[in-house]
């Protein structure tokens, strides 16, 4: 018998289906959660297939049920909802597939939704990811502006138009994605990327016109969430459903409560902005003529006073006090100059009385010899020395002689 282990060896394959259906109906039945992306009803067929696909992966799984186990459900059984299935795993032979052959059906309740997103809405918070201080701020007047909506939606339509009326240069870069199913998440975080990457916009509103608790489960989905706050632009949301709030709504740096709200929070509005320079015009102009007003009411007053009323008067009168005070300037050097000439003569007088130069005037003269030793007496000479002899006005040689 063929193993299957070599070239030489190979199995047929109908033996390898035979051999993976045998190893798949072994499995055991198994709990299944997913969203139901498709279901189809073949008339006259007692089967429903429905593809199964997980909410944030790309992961799909074929089932079929017997039509009576859905026309039996107590919930209409729909694409989009999400559910619970029970079922076995079995191998197809004549397709080559694998598919889960289900046994029941139950719609994943809401509550239990709801405990599941709060549980991780708790998480999110623990690590920070909804902290006021991480949140980055909106640009007053953002050049452009990247929007993630729905394809031709209404919600695309409200930004732009309300944004374009409030500032009719705005320019927007729009990315149309799923904003429902199992591909919205993957979608809008592919779109977010690529924003981010580009760097071509200011700020990014991710916005949709709002929906049913189900249908906004995408935007709380955790992944989605942990790439909006590693957005380095500024990400507005823009959901529009006050009751259901998605945890989106907790990590964008601004939530907008509807589309038009979004427009009105992320650009300003031109009229008002006018309006606003217009009035602060009008406020200068009014400080300005008030402050001229003042000016004008001084200037007038200085013009009443005698000083530029009577200028020669005024000039007449300063002119008087200017020589007075140069009269009693000069009276007041010359009485300084007399006296200090009087203290300054006598001593003069005095100084010259003991100065060398007052005695060479009174006839005397001062004797030096060859080596200028001073002459006291006759002996201090020797016969034949030439003496040096200083008198008042200059000075001449004499040789000894005796």
């Not at 709060?118 to 007053?140: C, M």
């Not at 009276?331 to 005095?350: D, G, H, M, V, Y």
Request: one cysteine or more; proline letters at 4%.
């Amino acid at each position: 018998m063929a193993t299957g282990q070599s070239p030489e060896d190979a199995i047929q394959v109908k033996d390898a289906a035979r051999a993976l259906s045998e190893i798949i109906t072994q499995l055991p039945s198994v709990w299944i959660e997913g969203q139901i992306t498709s279901v189809k009803i073949r008339p006259g067929s007692d089967w429903v297939f429905m593809d199964l696909r997980d909410v944030s992966a790309d992961a799909t799984l074929n089932v079929v049920f017997n039509r009576s186990v859905i026309e039996n459900s107590p919930t209409e059984i729909t694409s989009g909802l999400r559910v619970l299935v029970h079922g076995k795993p079995e191998f197809w032979m004549n397709r080559g597939s694998l598919i889960i052959r289900g046994k029941a059906i139950s719609p994943v309740g809401l509550g239990e939704l709801m405990i599941q997103l709060e549980k991780l809405k708790q998480k999110l918070a623990v690590e920070g990811l909804f902290a006021p201080e991480r949140k980055k701020a909106i640009p007053f007047l953002p050049k452009k502006i990247g929007l993630i909506c729905g394809r031709a939606s209404a919600a695309m339509k409200d930004v732009i138009e309300n944004t374009k009326l409030r500032w009719p240069g705005i320019e927007f870069d729009v990315h149309e994605v799923a904003v429902q199913g199992v591909k919205s998440s993957s979608e809008v975080r592919a779109s977010l990327s690529q924003l981010n990457a580009e760097k071509k916009v200011d700020v990014i509103v991710i916005t949709r016109g709002g929906g049913s608790f189900e249908d906004l489960l995408p935007f709380s989905d955790e992944l989605l969430i942990r790439a909006v706050a590693a957005s380095v632009i500024p990400v507005v949301s823009a959901i529009g459903h006050e009751q259901d709030t998605p945890l989106l709504d907790y990590v964008a740096d601004l939530r907008a409560s509807t589309p038009t709200d979004a427009a009105a929070k992320i650009v300003p509005d031109l009229d008002d902005e006018i309006d606003l320079i217009d009035r602060f015009i009008d406020s200068m102009r009014e400080r300005i003529g008030n402050r001229i007003e003042r000016e004008q009411v001084s200037l007038e007053r200085l013009l009443e006073t005698s000083a530029l009323n009577s200028p020669s008067e005024f000039i007449q009168t300063h002119r008087d006090e200017l020589f007075d005070l140069k009269s009693g300037l000069r009276e007041l050097i010359t009485s300084k100059i007399t006296n200090e000439q009087s203290w300054f003569k006598p001593r003069l007088a005095q100084l010259r009385t003991l100065s060398p130069m007052g005695t060479l005037a009174r006839g005397f003269a001062i004797v030096r010899g060859k080596d200028g030793k001073l002459i006291r007496k006759s002996s201090d000479a020797a016969i034949g020395e030439v003496l040096d002899i200083r008198v008042e006005k200059d000075s001449l040689k004499a040789q000894v002689t005796k």
